[in-house]
């Protein structure tokens, strides 16, 4: 069973569409994020949820906007895509407050931006 | 702020021999968790080794030891034996009480037959 998993795995778009990304995990985790892993392999963090709520939110633009229906989802949608949004995402969760901080990662989005 | 720095974006090691990686970090909290994650062509985020900043004894799993040094913020991890399988980039990480991560730079591990 895939622990973190995110859909999809590679999306290629034209500049100015919106799309979104689709995380799910079954750790039951209470805390979920998302990371931006750049051509450099430069990994930032641009968001966090606890228990559906918004915990870190990074300096993104505010075309990034995360979902969290529940606490085993974190959708991010991405509007008016530019070049520069090219990038891997990542999806990772990890239980607040655990012994081990341990943070799970999903297989990452591979986003390219025409 | 809390910064990571790994100061050797590449390095190289022969098959079988051992290799270590460097990490250094700044904050100026007690309680926190370093952790090495490793990144194959694969792209999957593999964790290594996790060390709780209250632990003086090193963390070691298998082929893979870290050298935690507190009072210095040096967290380097060393990789006995290694083998073709390692080759990937190495992230240090650090985690602080409110949960929040920061990465290193990576360090870029081949390995040579």
């Known amino acids: 069973d895939t622990a973190v998993s995110q859909t999809p795995k590679y999306l290629v778009t034209q500049m100015g569409n919106d799309k979104s990304i689709k995380c799910e995990q079954n750790?039951?985790?209470?805390?979920m994020y998302w990371y931006k892993q750049d051509s450099k392999k430069f990994l930032k963090i641009m968001f966090s949820?606890?228990?559906?709520?918004?915990?870190i939110n990074e300096t993104v633009p505010n075309r990034f906007s995360p979902k969290s229906p529940d606490k085993a989802h974190l959708n991010l949608h991405i509007n008016s895509l530019e070049l520069g949004d090219s990038a891997v995402y990542f999806c990772?969760?990890?239980?607040?407050?655990?012994?081990?901080?341990?943070?799970?990662f999903g297989p990452g989005t591979r986003l390219t931006v025409t | 702020a809390q910064t990571v720095t790994q100061s050797q974006p590449e390095m190289s090691v022969q098959e079988a021999e051992t290799v270590t990686l460097s990490c250094t970090y700044d904050?100026?909290?007690?309680?926190?968790?370093l952790f090495w994650y490793k990144q194959p062509p694969s792209r999957q985020m593999i964790l290594v080794i996790r060390?709780?900043?209250?632990?003086?004894q090193n963390a070691t799993e298998n082929r893979f030891s870290v050298n935690f040094q507190k009072a210095a913020k040096s967290f380097s991890l060393k990789i006995s034996d290694s083998q073709l399988g390692d080759a990937a980039m190495y992230f240090c990480?650090?985690?602080?009480?409110?949960?929040?991560?920061?990465f290193g730079k990576g360090t870029r591990l081949h390995i040579l037959p």
């Open positions: 990480a650090f985690v602080n009480r409110d949960d929040k991560i920061i």
């Open positions: 750790l039951g985790h209470d805390t």
């Open positions: 060390q709780e900043a209250y632990k003086q």
């Open positions: 990772a969760s990890s239980q607040v407050g655990g012994h081990d901080r341990e943070q799970y």
């Open positions: 904050t100026s909290e007690s309680d926190y968790y």
């Open positions: 949820y606890n228990n559906k709520e918004l915990i």
